[in-house]
Nanobody
Framework: VQLVESGGGFAQTGGSLRLSCVGS????????IGWFRQVPGGDRVGIAM????????WYGDSVKGRFTISSDNAKNTVSLQMDNLKPEDTAVYFC???????????????????????WGQGTQVIVSS
């Protein structure tokens, strides 16, 4: 499994950025893709997830209503549209892939350290006030 994130960068408060995660080496329909973020010294926290078979989604409370996760299975790509950005959204963002078999969504999102999954290299997002 390989994942490559792109699209990070700088934005002002209230602005938008779009992150992309391109996956390879696995059957896209059998997996879920999650977006996580991590600040220096902090834990990696799940913010959004999409099941690639039925496109079901989950969002963390901190991003609900502002971020939208979507997938283009034909292109093996999952995107995270981030609108109305806030300074507290500043973090390194990672995408992760996990098999749908036996998936506990909240377990994976809240405690990714306890779940086996594959990770991209991360992309930095900085939101200025």
């Amino acid at each position: 499994v390989q994942l490559v994130e792109s699209g990070g960068g700088f934005a002002q408060t209230g602005g938008s950025l779009r992150l992309s995660c391109v996956g390879s080496g696995f059957d896209f329909d059998d997996y879920a893709i999650g977006w996580f973020r991590q600040v220096p010294g902090g834990d990696r926290v799940g913010i959004a997830m999409i099941g690639l078979y039925d496109h079901s989604t989950w969002y963390g409370d901190s991003v609900k209503g502002r971020f939208t996760i979507s997938s283009d299975n034909a292109k093996n790509t999952v995107s995270l549209q981030m609108d109305n950005l806030k300074p507290e959204d500043t973090a390194v963002y990672f995408c992760s892939a996990k098999s749908l078999s036996g998936l506990s969504v909240k377990g994976w999102m809240f405690r990714p350290d306890l779940h086996s999954s594959s990770w991209g290299q991360g992309t930095q997002v900085i939101v200025s006030s």
